[in-house]
């Protein structure tokens, strides 16, 4: 088992910035971040692969958000910059234990999830 706890969510005006971190009980195999709005389906973030740093972005996000890992704590990190309305979302951590190739679904454990609000 693999215990996933969040944090960083809050409100922020459109261009702002905000950080999210995800801390895991124990070391997995890939970690990732997706959001769901309301009304609408779980999408994918970013992910990160723990033995080397990987990482995989959705494009709505490339080049705004970035996804880091401080190896010593378990946890990682997703940075959001420039953050629009349509970002406005719970984001939820998410980890997995096996395999190597980094994913955008399929995870095997979730933390509670945390709002993130956009303000035009």
Known sequence: QVQLVESG???????GSLRLSCTASRLTATMGWLRQAPGQEREFVAAIRWMDGLT???????????ISRENAKNTV??????????DTAVYSCAATTHGLALR?????????????????
């Open 56 to 66: 995989d972005y959705a494009d709505s996000v490339k080049g705004r958000f970035t």
């Open 104 to 120: 955008r679904t399929g995870y095997d454990y979730w933390g509670q999830g945390t709002q993130v609000t956009v303000s035009s």
């Open 77 to 86: 990190y997703l940075q959001m910059n420039s953050l629009k309305p349509e």
């Open 9 to 15: 969510g809050g409100l922020v005006q459109a261009g």
